[in-house]
């Protein structure tokens, strides 16, 4: 890790532990996640602006060093368990993208719409169907990606909102996945990495404000244009990207940018 | 490099112009412009009137913005989020030359289409003419011929005209050089699998990127075998990974 703050890793902790490795049986391996959202710039006074920063969407990868390998039988489903739940989701997703009334956005609101087939605007959606999405959709949707014999990896998406916020599941109940047995002894324990990535469009700046050093009337004259705006969310989120690449060029789209990464401890 | 202190004032210079335009913006920022707005939220605006030229857009959401008579290269919006009314910004063309050069033709089989009209005005700039053009890049006439259209011709075809095309383009008179420049940095290229009294079909860089991990995952866990590693095409991997997605129970 170098010596700049990893500012993304703010919207995010993460801890990760698995079973002591024998030639015995299996080890389960545990992660521990949670997602949030951060302000950034608030205490620091080189940045003439605050705002948020969050998720859309992230990537969770486990990695067995050889000779170590994963258990395909004791993968994590995916959340929900259910296939044709999880493909009603993403299709509801799809048609609340598409829904200009609503930006385009994912909301409880939106998912309601959509999953309906109604024609309200988002002031008419009432709480009480908002809560019933709420209850219905899991906060986050994961989904299990194979990699290879070492390597297991979940794509995690917001159930009914922008970004990701929550746990995605229960750390103790629900370990990611169980190893095979050690193949020999060793002295040395052959290490389980966890890292968790995301594309530079899934990085989430928001409500962005000048701090308020002006006197009242030059602030109103200088409302921010939304073309500026956006252009200037842009940069930064190219510049956070800048700090964080784990391959590749930043002009290249595939890239993924590390956010976090760690070794499990053995338990 | 990060949100240091020069970067955060280049931020507010961007907040704070008089200026809303696209390009102009992208330029305070000292990036390469081309790049700058891909992958960007740039949703819900009044982009009207710009001269967006010589800028990509791949992956940015572009959902519900205006973009009358907005100027733009062929290819420059493909791979965006969009919405139904902006289909007619975007076309099938969804690789890069510069994807070409460096894709290696040995490990799948695949075909070509070129977007029409970029090899005649690389002729028309150079004032080289087609038998040299054959010549030099080793093509035959006819697949030229073809490949000037926008029909299906063999990967290594394709490699070989716009390695061609890379290795003469300097020296060149500037303005028509540039804006040419501008064009074939955007996507002008389609992959294809198929033929052999098959129709062709196309391939997304999402489906090719999948197939290519998993044929390496292939090679890795083959018996050893002298031609686990020979040349495999689209069809027969997406059997392979079927059979042992079934096999092995892969969720």
New interface residues.
């Given amino acids: 890790m170098n010596n ?1 703050k990893r ?1 993304l890793s703010q919207v995010l902790s993460l801890d990760a532990w698995h079973d002591k490795i024998s030639t015995d049986s299996g080890s389960s391996v545990h992660v521990e996640l949670s997602f949030h959202s951060g302000r ?1 710039g608030g205490d620091n006074s ?4 605050t705002f948020n920063i969050s998720l859309r969407k992230a990537l969770l990868s486990v990695e067995v060093e050889h000779p170590l390998e994963i258990d ?2 004791t ?1 994590a ?2 959340i929900p368990g259910n296939q044709a739940e999880l493909t009603k989701i993403i299709d509801t997703h799809n048609v609340a ?2 829904n ?1 009334s609503f ?2 956005k994912i909301s409880p609101a939106s998912m309601h719409v959509s999953a309906s087939g109604s024609m309200q605007l988002d002031s008419q959606v009432s709480q009480e169907e908002k809560m019933k999405i709420i209850q219905a959709i899991p906060g986050i949707i994961a989904i ?1 990606k ?4 070492q390597s297991y990896s979940w794509e995690l998406i917001p159930g009914h909102s922008e970004s990701l916020d929550g746990q995605p599941w229960h750390p103790v109940d629900e370990p990611r996945l169980k190893t095979l047995p050690a193949k020999k002894k060793s002295k040395l324990s052959p290490s389980v990495k966890i890292k968790l990535s995301c ?3 899934d990085i989430n700046i928001t409500d ?1 404000k ?1 701090k308020d050093e002006r006197p009242i009337a030059i602030i109103k004259e ?1 409302a ?17 990207g ?2 964080q690449l784990e391959a590749g060029q ?2 290249d ?2 890239s993924r940018l590390l956010i976090a990464d760690m070794l499990a401890s053995e338990v | ?3 240091d ?1 020069k ?6 210079s ?4 008089k200026i ?3 390009k102009y ?2 330029n305070i ?1 000292g ?2 412009v ?12 009044d ?1 009207s009137g710009q001269d967006l030229t010589g800028m990509n857009f ?4 572009i ?2 913005s205006s973009f009358k008579e907005v100027a733009f290269d062929p290819g420059a919006f493909n ?1 965006c ?1 969009i ?2 009314s902006q289909r007619w910004m975007t076309d099938e063309y969804g690789f890069y030359v510069r994807d070409l050069l460096e894709f290696d033709p040995n490990e799948i089989l695949l075909f070509c289409k070129v977007r029409p009209g970029i090899i005649d005005e690389f002729i028309r700039i150079t004032d080289l003419n087609y038998t040299y053009f054959s010549e030099v890049s080793m093509v035959s006439q006819n697949a030229l011929r073809k490949a000037r259209s926008g029909s299906v011709v063999a990967f290594e075809t394709a490699q070989k005209i716009f390695r061609f095309i890379s290795n003469n383009i300097e020296g060149h008179d500037n303005s028509s050089i540039d804006s040419f420049k501008k064009k074939m940095k955007q996507p002008c290229i389609i992959y294809l699998y198929g033929g052999n009294n098959a129709k062709f079909k196309e391939i997304s860089r999402e489906r090719l ?1 999948s197939l290519l ?1 998993f044929r390496k ?1 292939k090679i ?2 083959s018996p050893e075998s002298p031609w686990s590693d020979s040349r495999d095409t689209v069809e027969y991997l997406e059997w392979a990974e079927d059979y042992f997605k079934r096999t ?4």
């Fill in positions: 700049q500012y950034l080189e940045f003439p602006f395909r039988r993968i489903r995916s993208k598409s200009a930006g385009g299990p194979p990699v290879n014999s594309l530079l469009e962005l000048l200088m921010i244009n939304k073309m500026n705006m956006k252009a200037a969310i842009q940069h930064l989120k190219l510049s956070l800048e700090m930043l002009d789209r595939f | 490099m990060s949100l202190k970067n955060l004032s280049i931020a507010y961007i907040l704070i112009s809303h335009e696209l913006l992208a920022s990036r390469d081309f790049t700058f707005y891909r992958g960007a939220d740039l949703s819900g605006l982009i791949e992956g940015a959401n959902k519900f791979g989020q919405d139904p990127e991990k995952f890795d866990n092995r129970d892969i969720p």
